[in-house]
């Protein structure tokens, strides 16, 4: 818990002025004003977030935190929950979908697990592990975890944070692995915004349109029975939650503390950004969301953040994958912002008036 506190009182906004610098220097590249649209914001944004006039991406990870869920038990995956445990180990030996897409992006990825039930000694060695326990309780019959548990993998993702920092760690971004947990993450949403199950939940992974509704049973039910407190996130967490989302919320607050900008995937790290800014709600100035979910409830997850998506390509996989997208976006614009010569610099007439 003290790292929790200590990480949650050095988090501070994203600094104006600086930004308001960076627009102002948009404006003098050798470019008609605003021609590069929302890329010369984004470029703004992250000099606010960085306190750098002119920031650039060296080391860019992506955290991709993997973690069972007890409620797959009540029929809320098309997938068996063995499925976790197989893709946990394709993604430690990067023949995932988002380890092709780090690729192209040009970052690394970092596997996580934090909460899986597969033994650890059948991992690869490219999977870090750091379990706070095999899976979480079925949160249509009783809490998720312990208020224990949910601080520890909050922290295990600050801490994560904090060593890949230490290696030059200047770009980040989210992603997930874990049959069965759009479930816990629309739950999870319904608590802290208020919104309706039904427009939170949607088919996840592939469920049929005719089981939907039996989910949204299953989340209301696991609504009612842990009547998880909006006032107190982590007991949001620790009662709906799962493991994989409150290491996720930890990387979102680690990143905010260490002033590092941190690309949103999907609607489970959505469900995770919102925890995180109910506990420090100067993290939002540091998140970017990368896209935009075809899972229905992330579009009102971002709307409560106050977040744009930088793109809006129907995927629904997971594991950071439109992250990895997002993140390429990032390093073009500050690339652009940082390399681009002014007016001046370049010899060249700027218009008139």
């Given at each position: 818990m003290d790292l929790l506190q200590r990480t949650l009182r050095s988090i501070e906004p994203a600094d104006p002025v600086i930004r308001q610098s960076a627009r102002t220097r948009q404006d003098s590249l050798i470019k008609p004003r605003g021609s590069l649209g929302r890329l010369e914001e984004l470029a703004c944004r992250v000099a606010?977030?960085?306190?750098?006039?002119?920031?650039?991406?060296?080391?860019?990870?992506?955290?991709?935190?993997?973690?069972?869920?007890?409620?797959?038990e009540e029929g809320?995956?098309?997938?068996p929950q063995a499925v976790t445990a197989q893709m946990l180990g394709m993604l430690g030996r990067g023949r995932a979908a988002a380890n092709l897409l780090a690729d192209i992006a040009g970052v690394e990825i970092l596997v996580v697990d934090v909460g899986s039930r597969a033994d650890p000694a059948t991992l690869p060695a490219g999977v870090v592990v750091a379990k706070v326990a095999s899976g979480t309780n079925n949160i249509a019959r009783g809490p998720a975890m312990s208020w224990g548990q949910a601080v520890e993998c909050v922290e295990v993702g600050i801490r994560l944070v904090q060593e890949q920092h230490k290696r030059g760690l200047d770009l980040a971004a989210t992603g997930d692995m874990g049959i069965g947990n759009t479930t816990p993450s629309a739950a999870v949403a319904a608590a802290l915004t208020g919104e309706p199950v039904e427009a939170l939940a949607g088919p996840g992974s592939g469920l049929p349109?005719?089981?939907?509704?039996?989910?949204?049973?299953?989340?209301?039910r696991a609504l009612e029975v842990n009547r998880p407190n909006p006032s107190r996130p982590l007991d949001v967490l620790a009662k709906v939650g799962g493991f994989e989302i409150g290491a996720i919320s930890g990387v979102i607050l680690g990143c905010a503390a260490s002033r590092i900008?941190?690309?949103?995937?999907?609607?489970?790290?959505?469900a995770a950004a919102l925890l995180a800014a109910r506990l420090a709600p100067a993290a939002r100035d540091y998140m970017i969301a990368g896209h935009l979910s075809a899972e229905p409830g992330h579009a009102l997850v971002l709307k409560h953040l106050g977040l744009e998506p930088l793109l809006r390509l129907e995927m629904r996989?997971?594991?950071g994958t439109g992250a990895c997208l997002g993140m390429l976006l990032v390093k073009a614009a500050l690339k652009l912002g940082a390399e681009l010569p002014t007016f001046s610099e370049a010899g060249v007439s700027d218009r008139e008036g």
């Open positions: 606010g977030m960085t306190r750098c006039l002119k920031p650039t991406v060296n080391r860019g990870v992506v955290f991709v935190m993997v973690g069972d869920h007890g409620v797959v809320v995956s098309p997938y349109a005719a089981c939907v509704g039996h989910k949204c049973q299953v989340i209301k900008p941190v690309v949103i995937d999907g609607f489970i790290s959505g996989l997971g594991e």
